[in-house]
């Protein structure tokens, strides 16, 4: 059949097409769209400068959007820069990346604006999310309890992750779900948003607890 096919091309002065060797760079369900994968949809919460931005970039396997803006001086009254002095810009509307864990299992990263003046938008960037990892940082703990609130309200399942700064002080997980009044099935691990597998444990985290959260 293929000769007679690309006899008649040649016929008509046509090149016939040629079917491309299989891409070995490639996901399998890129290739096969009888094993399409899972599209979840996963929120990134947090305070001001608690690393939202800096996770999604850690393990985004695309290049991520970010919509960081500077900072000006309009923004010295609202924006706390005590734990985070040499910070010069701020996501103004979200950060998004996507990372494959698996052939079937897709994550599509939101993050969230931190600022209280950015909160009108979270409604429309969690619906159709499975969970949210809710960024803490030990030196400005108070600043990470608006989201706990916000996810607890609406039943989003969520982590929480300890992203620990250089100089900030080490605490075990326990004494920072105390200090949050978490409750005991809520996973809380401690995370380094620099670094990627620490950074995809933390998602493998959420999306377990997602799952153990779901009704049967």
Same mark, same amino acid.
């Given at each position: 059949?293929?000769?007679?096919?690309?006899?008649?091309?040649?016929?008509?002065?046509? %090149?016939?097409?040629?079917?491309?060797?299989? =891409?070995? &760079?490639?996901? /399998?369900?890129? #290739?096969?769209? +009888?094993? @399409?994968?899972?599209?979840?949809?996963?929120?990134?919460?947090?305070?001001?400068?608690?690393?939202?931005?800096?996770?999604?970039?850690?393990?985004?396997?695309?290049?991520?959007?970010?919509?960081?803006?500077?900072? %000006?001086?309009?923004?010295?009254?609202?924006? =706390?820069? &005590?734990?985070? /002095?040499?910070? #010069?810009?701020? +996501?103004? @509307?979200?950060?998004?990346?996507?990372?494959?864990?698996?052939?079937?299992?897709?994550?599509?990263?939101?993050?969230?604006?931190?600022?209280?003046?950015?909160?009108?938008?979270?409604?429309?960037?969690?619906?159709?999310?499975?969970?949210?990892?809710?960024?803490? =940082?030990?030196?400005?703990?108070?600043?990470?309890?608006?989201?706990?609130?916000?996810?607890?309200?609406?039943?989003?399942?969520?982590?929480?992750?300890?992203?620990?700064?250089?100089?900030?002080?080490?605490?075990?997980?326990?004494?920072?779900?105390?200090?949050?009044?978490?409750?005991?099935?809520?996973?809380?691990?401690?995370?380094?948003?620099?670094?990627?597998?620490?950074?995809?444990?933390?998602?493998?985290a959420l999306v377990g607890h997602a799952l153990d959260e779901t009704p049967e």
């Amino acid at each position: 059949m293929d000769s007679v096919v690309s006899d008649a091309a040649s016929s008509f002065g046509v %090149t016939p097409l040629v079917a491309p060797e299989p =891409d070995e &760079t490639l996901q /399998p369900w890129q #290739t096969d769209r +009888t094993r @399409a994968p899972i599209a979840t949809k996963i929120v990134v919460a947090g305070g001001f400068g608690v690393g939202k931005t800096t996770l999604v970039g850690t393990v985004s396997e695309i290049e991520p959007l970010q919509t960081e803006a500077l900072m %000006t001086e309009a923004s010295e009254e609202t924006d =706390d820069l &005590t734990g985070t /002095p040499e910070k #010069t810009t701020t +996501t103004v @509307a979200m950060d998004y990346g996507r990372l494959t864990l698996d052939d079937d299992l897709v994550l599509y990263l939101f993050g969230t604006p931190g600022q209280q003046r950015f909160w009108f938008m979270w409604d429309d960037l969690v619906r159709g999310a499975i969970g949210a990892v809710v960024l803490a =940082d030990t030196r400005r703990l108070k600043d990470c309890f608006p989201a706990l609130d916000y996810f607890e309200s609406c039943g989003l399942p969520y982590v929480v992750a300890v992203n620990h700064f250089t100089g900030s002080e080490l605490f075990e997980p326990d004494d920072v779900r105390e200090a949050l009044t978490i409750p005991p099935h809520i996973p809380v691990m401690i995370m380094d948003a620099r670094r990627r597998i620490s950074v995809i444990e933390t998602l493998l985290a959420l999306v377990g607890h997602a799952l153990d959260e779901t009704p049967e």
